[in-house]
């Protein structure tokens, strides 16, 4: 029998939308989308292409979708990007790019800190030959496992991609946390990209959908893949009011969620037999020393307390919906526990 959650750290995707969403969903303005006649969804797109210093934006039902649409729009079929081999994009995306986008990855490690070494990048681009898929993108993610890949990183990534005739695409689904973490306005990122996805419904909290921003020329084309991929919505303002309302109320306080998530990992770590690694925002990797982690788990399970990962290498997030209150609790079951 499922047991109940009550201190819940599995993802930043399982926050129910607030009292002022709810009301700002019900409030919406729209139109239908396909006639570009929804509001509300053209406010949220101009103010994310705005936000990322873009002059385009689409809005999409998902992360998963916005990537595949950004590779579609850069890549043709047949053609290469270069993907780290932990990268939501190559791992967890159900093998979009290949099933649908026809597009070959060439896979590449994510270093510890989550980037792609830049002589890596360079050494899988194959001249131009025949016997070889043309590669068109670099995809990046960031943040990725939590982890905030610095300005002076994306910069040199960049400038390779340029140097080598590669499009950048990062998939931000948490690049608002990466911003806060880095201390820049999400333009200092995005301009370092061609196109930029950003999922609404991690730490900003919304239920639905993301935002693709980049070129004009891009979107535009971008736009034609969501119709393919079955994306287009009606009155799809409804969801991108959440959006909105998320930008205005929910982008300021991801600060506390890395802040809590520091805090959390420091009780984790005075759990004998856990050495959790200090988060840089909000996602804690904590691993457990097989002699405990049996129990550790099943005294988690009893108190309601919800991670992912493997009880030998637990994941943990922090977000809108753990406020002090709760952290407070969750750290009091970790005190309990008879290390
Ligand atoms: C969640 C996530 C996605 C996919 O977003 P969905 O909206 O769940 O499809 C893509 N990339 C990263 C890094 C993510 O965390």
């Known amino acids: 029998m499922m047991r109940e959650i009550r201190f819940d750290f ?3 995707t399982i926050t129910k939308p607030s009292a002022g969403m709810r009301q700002a969903i019900a409030e919406a303005e729209v139109g239908d989308d396909y006639y570009g006649e929804d509001p509300t969804v053209r406010l949220l797109e101009r103010r994310m292409a705005e ?11 998902s992360g998963t979708q916005s990537n595949l649409m950004a590779v579609m729009a850069h890549c043709g079929r047949g053609d290469a990007y270069v993907v780290g081999n932990r990268s939501h994009s190559y791992c967890y995306e159900a093998g ?12 590449t490690p994510n270093q510890a800190d989550g980037s792609i070494a ?10 131009e030959d025949v016997l070889f898929p043309r590669c068109r993108l670099l995809a990046l993610e960031n943040t990725i496992g939590g982890k905030v890949l610095s300005v002076d990183y994306m910069a040199a990534a960049w400038g390779v991609a340029r140097d080598h005739g590669l499009a950048c695409h990062l998939d931000g689904a948490r690049a608002f946390n990466a911003a806060a973490a880095l201390g820049v306005a999400p333009r200092e990122i995005g301009r370092h990209f061609d196109t930029v996805s950003i999922c609404m419904s991690k730490g900003l909290g919304a239920p639905a959908g993301s935002v693709l921003v980049g070129p004009e020329a891009v979107i535009a084309e971008a736009r034609r893949h969501r119709q393919i991929l079955g994306g287009a919505m009606r009155q799809s303002g409804i969801l991108a009011a959440a959006g909105v309302y998320a930008l205005d109320h929910n982008v300021a306080r991801l600060v506390a969620d890395h802040e809590r998530a520091t805090r959390l990992a420091r009780a984790l770590n005075g759990v004998a037999g856990v050495n959790a690694e200090m988060p840089q925002t909000n996602i804690i990797f904590a691993a457990v020393d097989p002699a405990v982690a049996d129990r550790f788990a099943a005294h988690l399970a009893a108190n309601g307390v919800g991670y992912t990962g493997t009880d030998l290498m637990q994941r943990w997030v922090t977000h809108l919906d753990v406020d002090d209150e709760r952290l407070d609790g969750a750290i009091g079951v970790l005190a309990a526990f008879g290390g």
Do not use: M, Q, Y
């Open 10 to 12: 599995r993802s930043d």
């Open 51 to 61: 936000a990322f210093g873009k002059p385009a934006a689409v809005f999409t039902t």
């Open 96 to 107: 979009g790019v290949a099933a649908v986008a026809g597009v070959h990855p060439l896979v």
């Open 118 to 127: 830049v002589d890596d990048i360079v050494e899988c681009l194959e001249p």
